[in-house]
């Protein structure tokens, strides 16, 4: 009678199968001139479990979006097919028959209200290589690594602990300064949001807040219902007046005249009206908005 294996081996077992198929994948893409970023999975157990185990079963690779029907047609050429009844604006899961192998072919990922190619132009710039399996592939570096486990809470907030406990060990791990790059690549994502309510998903995570003016403003935003907040906070933040007055101008651009969630009006006078009204609406809060903005600088105290 066989001995069954330790759940530990199994766990060594399946990462080093998916490690190898991944990598398959990249050399694969990288044959087919496909430029390809890996996400999560080792980088992440290497990172955060140095001598522990941290389970992962598929390979998470993001490709620019004008690439992705070429990437698909390479899975496909491997013997991967799509899952099917699956919906989602950021991945698709592809799985192997011959050997349950899975691959998850992103073309964006969660969080970010940037459009996908401006979000892969940005993580682009933000990888650094490593050695996985028998090749060498690109990796998120520690910045956009630990920008995407703050992402990767808020999105599974309710259903994966495991995440929770990745973001437990990113905020105990990676020193203010990496969280400060996070925040700014967050910011150029326009991510700030989601980035404050993983970070909000933890006790540790609030006190986090209170360093990173942008993200903490955005929590500002979200449940204080103060949208100027960011806007303030930027012009707070800059050094000198002709500094801030470049953040006001811009402040005004992006913050005031920002879109809505609503269909875009049509024409020059709709659109003109639909400003005028956004900013008067806005207007008429400021006052609230500056002494909720001040007050919770001076006694932070965000809360869900």
Known sequence: MSTPASPGLVTTACALATDAAGAKVVAAF??????????????IADWLYPGELRPYVDADLLVSPDQVMRAASVLEDLGFSPFDRHVSPHAHPWIRGSDGAQVDLHVTIWGPHRPAQRVWEELRRSVEVRRIAAIHVQVLNQPARTLHVALHAAQHRDN????????????????????????????????????SDGLLLEP??????????????????????????????????ASGWRAKARVLSGVFARDLLASEDRPAPSGVVDVALAR????????????????????????PDIRR
Do not use: Y
């Open 204 to 237: 540790a995570g609030q006190a986090l807040l209170e360093c990173l003016p942008l993200a903490r403003a955005a929590a500002m935003v979200n449940h204080e219902q103060i949208p100027l907040a960011i806007g303030f906070t930027r012009i707070a933040e």
């Open 276 to 299: 005028i009204r956004r900013v008067f609406r806005l207007a008429v809060g400021i006052p609230r908005t500056l002494s909720v903005w001040r007050r919770a600088r001076r006694h």
């Open 30 to 43: 990288d044959a087919a001139q496909i430029e390809s970023i890996l996400l999560k999975g080792p980088t």
């Open 160 to 195: 994966r602990p495991q995440t929770r406990e990745d973001l437990r060990r990113a905020i105990d791990g990676a020193p203010l300064e990496v969280w400060l790059e996070a925040e700014r690549l967050a910011d150029r994502l326009w991510a700030l949001g989601e980035m």
